[in-house]
């Protein structure tokens, strides 16, 4: 009886520790993505049937005076915005019953409206979550402050990479690979992606410009979850300290947009790398990573899980962007198709493609749920 509680305590702790800042931070992501199609399909006189934040039954809703059925479901991991003439939540059309709505449904019909008007709407999901996250961000830098370090190395480590490549305290870092730096925290978040392939360093020792190439020495580290993951490192620290920055509110928005601009690159970066095989897979994270990292950050306070949010919706625009189809990308994808064969793709290719992507979806789930558990076991066991 006793070991039965202590399993029922575990799993409350377990739920309130990292369940709850999951469905928290992930249901503003859902919200902010779905308000974007949302705003514009509004915008351009389409007809809302329903607002979705979670899947499954409806836990609780009501109806606006448009129409709308505004709900929560009971499964808390994604939502979605239906219009009118759309077949299912996935937003695929289905064209029988476009084929019999009269002249009043056709006008506010998701199906009837511009090519160019379509596109703006499912656009609108993936383009809001950017435009969030710089909100976000330039909110943080002009309140709280960004962290700012000189990009001048102040010490060297001995036997290090940068020791082998000719590095000195003193080399003010321009750029890494034609890249621009502007903070040590961009170096060494540059050095930290690298697979091992050598960086090009454009620095100015002495007044002089210098180009140097430098390879990052492969190291394990422990992330907030404990897991091992491999990173590049020069072996190199900066001359000063970490200073906080306040900036005034248009320099705050263009540090918020580089740094959306250097997450998104990053991130498609790293991506490209898992793809061809130079680095593993071991960065991907599904529901269960993401919740455990939800909850890590929760507890370090506001501020960190504000940038972690931001962060988080920068990834889900750049997925949602991806030309699957069943994903916002696809449905761009399928746009571009129309646009250039000036007729629309056929039923039968727009069934298959969404079959298509529904599977790849589904096995990507899959992977990263498997990956995510096989994680947590290895991790508990202390192997």
Known sequence: ??????????????????????????????????????????????KIETFSIGFGGEIFGWTDRLGTRWRIGWLPVGGFVKMFGDADASSKPDPQAAS???????????????????????????????????????????????????????????????????????????????????????????SMLDTGEPLTLSLIRYGHPMTLKATPEIVDERDLLGNNQKIGRLGMLPSGDVVIRHE?????????????????????????QMIIGRRSTDDLSGPIGIGQLSGEVWKEGFVPVVHFIALLSINLGLINLFPIPVLDGGHLLFYAIEAVRRRPVSERALALGFRVGFALIVSFFVFVMWHDLSRLIHVNSGT
């Open 1 to 46: 009886m006793a070991f039965v509680a202590g399993l029922v305590q575990t799993f409350i702790d377990k739920l309130y520790h990292y369940g709850l800042p999951f469905v928290v931070v992930l249901s503003i992501l859902v919200f902010v993505h779905e308000f974007g199609h949302f705003w514009v399909a509004r915008r351009c006189g389409v």
């Open 248 to 272: 005034d509110p248009l320099t705050a928005v263009w540090q918020a947009s580089r740094e959306t601009w250097t997450i998104t690159a990053t991130s498609l970066e790293t991506l490209g």
């Open 100 to 190: 019999q709505m009269s002249e009043d449904e056709r006008r506010v019909a998701f199906a009837y409206k511009a090519l160019w008007q379509k596109a703006l709407i499912v656009g609108a999901g993936p383009g809001i979550n950017f435009l969030f996250a710089i909100l976000v961000m330039t909110g943080l830098f002009a309140t709280v402050g960004q962290p700012f370090t000189p990009p001048v190395i102040g010490k060297i480590q001995p036997g290090s990479a940068a020791e082998h490549a000719g590095l000195q305290p003193g080399d003010l870092i321009q750029s890494v690979d034609g890249v621009e730096v502007h903070r040590f925290e961009e170096l060494r978040h540059v």
